[in-house]
């Protein structure tokens, strides 16, 4: 039965991101807020939790999960950024995207595209997520909550809690955040291509 924590969206509770911390650390997966969609999220070591995401989700083996980093030295601790995309990354982060960058070492294998040594990477711009992601000390591996058949991601807690309390450790009820996810960006060959539009504003990147 998963636990339900009803945190502030603006100034969440110390106490509460605590606990919530030990619950990732101990292999448990998470139901949180983030500035795009609620998402499911475990420790970036956890092979048998991100199993058990795919498998909620149905996910084959080649779908690739997102790094949420709490800033941009995060970011460049898992990527290889150099002085354009990170120029560009300054000026978009925090915010609604997801960047493709080619990983360094530092990323797990199973993590990243089997053949192209990717990664996926955003700073979200959410107090809840940024406070997980600042007491955990580490990215958080996370997927959109879009359940198979689904359309849109889930946006309620209550349903969240409905359809997910025997599936995951924790549910963070952090008010509604909106159900776009993310617009995703590849900056492997240095200038942004989109490989798919969503709540961010991809010509800005362009102007940027």
Same mark, same amino acid.
């Given at each position: 039965?998963?636990?339900?924590?009803? =945190?502030?969206?603006?100034?969440? @509770?110390?106490?509460?991101?605590?606990?919530?911390?030990? =619950?990732?650390?101990?292999?448990?997966?998470?139901?949180?807020?983030?500035?795009?969609?609620?998402?499911?999220?475990?420790?970036?070591?956890? /092979?048998?939790?991100?199993?058990?995401?795919? !498998?909620?989700?149905?996910?084959?083996?080649?779908?690739?999960?997102?790094?949420?980093?709490?800033?941009?030295?995060?970011?460049?601790?898992?990527?290889?950024?150099?002085? @354009?995309?990170?120029?560009?990354?300054?000026?978009?982060?925090?915010? #609604?995207?997801?960047?493709?960058?080619?990983?360094?070492?530092?990323?797990?294998?199973?993590?990243?595209?089997?053949?192209? /040594?990717?990664?996926?990477?955003?700073?979200?711009?959410?107090? =809840?997520?940024?406070?997980?992601?600042?007491?955990?000390?580490? #990215?958080?591996?996370?997927?959109?909550? !879009? !359940?198979?058949?689904?359309?849109?991601?889930?946006?309620?807690?209550?349903?969240?809690?409905?359809? !997910?309390?025997?599936?995951?450790?924790?549910? =963070?009820?952090?008010?509604?955040?909106?159900?776009?996810?993310?617009?995703?960006?590849?900056?492997?060959?240095?200038?942004?291509?989109?490989?798919? @539009?969503?709540?961010?504003?991809?010509?800005?990147?362009?102007?940027?």
């Amino acid at each position: 039965m998963a636990q339900f924590f009803q =945190i502030h969206p603006e100034t969440p @509770q110390a106490r509460l991101i605590l606990q919530a911390v030990d =619950i990732i650390r101990r292999g448990g997966i998470v139901a949180y807020p983030t500035d795009s969609a609620y998402a499911l999220g475990c420790h970036i070591g956890d /092979k048998m939790a991100l199993d058990r995401i795919r !498998l909620m989700r149905k996910l084959d083996k080649h779908h690739n999960f997102t790094l949420m980093c709490r800033d941009l030295s995060e970011i460049a601790t898992y990527a290889r950024v150099d002085n @354009q995309v990170f120029r560009l990354l300054k000026a978009h982060t925090p915010g #609604p995207y997801t960047f493709i960058l080619e990983g360094t070492s530092e990323v797990p294998r199973r993590l990243r595209h089997p053949k192209r /040594k990717t990664i996926g990477l955003r700073v979200p711009d959410n107090p =809840i997520a940024l406070a997980l992601l600042e007491e955990l000390n580490e #990215p958080l591996m996370s997927s959109t909550l !879009l !359940l198979p058949g689904d359309e849109y991601p889930l946006t309620d807690p209550y349903d969240i809690r409905d359809l !997910l309390e025997h599936q995951v450790e924790l549910i =963070i009820d952090g008010g509604y955040c909106g159900l776009e996810p993310t617009t995703v960006v590849d900056l492997t060959e240095g200038a942004p291509e989109l490989i798919r @539009q969503g709540k961010g504003d991809f010509s800005a990147l362009l102007a940027g």
